[in-house]
Nanobody
């Protein structure tokens, strides 16, 4: 019954900024509170696989893909059950659908569970 709802995407010129948000609903992940889960942002560019771009643990340790280091910042608000991704100095290669999820990806009803994602398009 976990739900993941992403928002904040849009069209922006190269060098611009966007902030994505993910609202997590449902009481818990198999009885485990949101605050104890490692959360992440993934993205899938046209014609490419879905990749992990940033993660944040329950202790707020962060990790980033090399391609976004120094440009993106992941954060979480455990009181609101939300995860955010601040994206600065966007590049055309950042164009993708962005998804939030747990690490590893949450399984629900026997299959990987994803939200709808939010589209980010960066023009040159």
């Amino acid at each position: 019954q976990v739900q993941l709802v992403e928002s904040g995407g849009g069209l922006v010129q190269a060098g611009g900024t966007l902030r994505l948000s993910c609202a997590v609903s449902g009481i818990a992940f198999s009885g485990i509170a949101f605050r104890l889960k490692t959360m992440a942002w993934y993205r899938q560019a046209p014609g490419k696989q879905r990749d992990l771009v940033a993660s944040i643990t329950s202790a707020r340790t962060t990790n980033y893909a090399d391609s976004v280091k120094a440009r993106f910042t992941i954060s979480r608000d455990n009181a609101k059950n939300t995860v955010s991704l601040q994206m600065n100095n966007l590049k055309p290669e950042d164009t993708a659908v962005y998804y939030c999820n747990t690490v590893p990806v949450w399984v629900q009803s026997g299959r990987f569970h994803w939200g709808q994602g939010t589209q980010v398009t960066v023009s040159s």
